[in-house]
């Protein structure tokens, strides 16, 4: 069991990455680890995430009340968002929300990123939705983003960044690359006249690679409910792909139909 010194210096040093990858400008942007059910780590609120040593780090309870923190630190102003996704998804060990440049982009554009592109974001992310906006610090975000959690690991919220949740603080970390890469490649693609997609078939055979592999976290390559009849998966039903040149909302609707059969099915 790595001590608790050793995952503060991992926080500041995911800070340096997403700083200085440009994911996330002058103050933005928060990290957070759980340590049990009762014990969270998180970044301090309003401090550069790239500069940080471990005594910024601050300790919260699962209500995000503090635990600890030096003095001259409060928690992040987020802290509701982190606790949110941790409630609802007990296999989450990690939390990270940055202000990417291309995946902000599609989220301040209203567009989810859904197009299937290229094998490695459809294995690892399936698609990305677009949480309602909210204001930050608010439980506006919480809310927003709770109706995803059940779905995916990463999620995009309007007008605002990216958010990704995993089982360790490089996992969650990594997810945040994937998809500022794939926002990076579609809007590219776009600029080319388009992206050329993989057909159903191929994003079938690619969701059935994760299934085999075994790979942990939601995805809808193990949610599609179509996918579980043997029919088309939520990659490629086509309310995906159309959703990606219309609204945010249309995406909503898609994930709310999801929803209410995954519901449906377990009875509810
Ligand atoms: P904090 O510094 O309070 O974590 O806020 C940064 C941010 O990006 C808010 O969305």
């Given amino acids: 069991m790595v001590n608790e010194f050793e995952i503060k210096k991992q926080i500041c040093d995911i800070g340096k990455r997403i700083y200085n990858q440009g994911m996330v400008a002058a103050n933005d942007?928060?990290?957070?680890?759980?340590l049990n059910d009762h014990e969270f780590l998180c970044t301090?609120?309003?401090v550069s995430k790239g500069f940080m040593t471990p005594e910024f780090i601050c300790k919260v309870d699962e209500n995000g009340k503090v635990l600890q923190a030096n003095a001259g630190f409060k928690p992040s102003s987020?802290?509701?968002?982190?606790?949110r996704v941790y409630k609802e998804r007990p296999d989450v060990n990690s939390v990270v929300h940055a202000h990417p440049i291309y995946a902000t982009s599609f989220a301040i554009a209203g567009i989810p990123l859904t197009q299937p592109i290229m094998p490695e974001?459809?294995?690892?992310?399936g698609c990305v939705p677009i949480?309602?906006?909210g204001t930050p610090s608010t439980e506006e975000i919480p809310d927003a983003v709770?109706?995803?959690?059940?779905?995916?690991?990463?999620?995009?919220?309007?007008?605002h960044g990216a958010l990704t949740y995993s089982d360790s603080l490089l996992n969650a970390y990594h997810k945040m690359e994937s998809v500022e890469f794939y926002a990076k490649l579609l809007f590219n693609s776009k600029m080319l006249g388009g992206p050329k997609e993989l057909s159903n078939e191929q994003v079938e055979r690619l969701y059935e690679i994760r299934r085999q592999f075994g790979l942990k976290g939601k995805h809808p390559a193990n949610v599609c409910l179509n996918n579980k009849n043997g029919e088309k998966s939520c990659h490629n039903c086509g309310n995906c792909h159309s959703a990606a040149s219309s609204s945010a909302?249309?995406?909503?609707?898609?994930?709310a139909?999801?929803?209410?059969?995954v519901l449906a099915q377990l009875g509810k």
Avoid: R
């Avoid at 987020?78 to 606790?83: G, L, Q, R, T, V």
């Avoid at 974001?121 to 992310?125: K, M, P, R």
């Fill in 29 to 34: 942007g928060n990290i957070s680890v759980k």
């Fill in 44 to 46: 301090p609120t309003g």
């Fill in 78 to 83: 987020e802290i509701k968002m982190h606790m």
């Fill in 121 to 125: 974001a459809v294995i690892a992310l």
């Fill in 131 to 133: 949480a309602e906006y």
């Fill in 146 to 159: 709770s109706k995803y959690l059940q779905y995916f690991d990463a999620v995009l919220l309007a007008n």
């Fill in 249 to 255: 909302s249309s995406q909503d609707d898609v994930i």
């Fill in 257 to 261: 139909e999801i929803t209410k059969k």
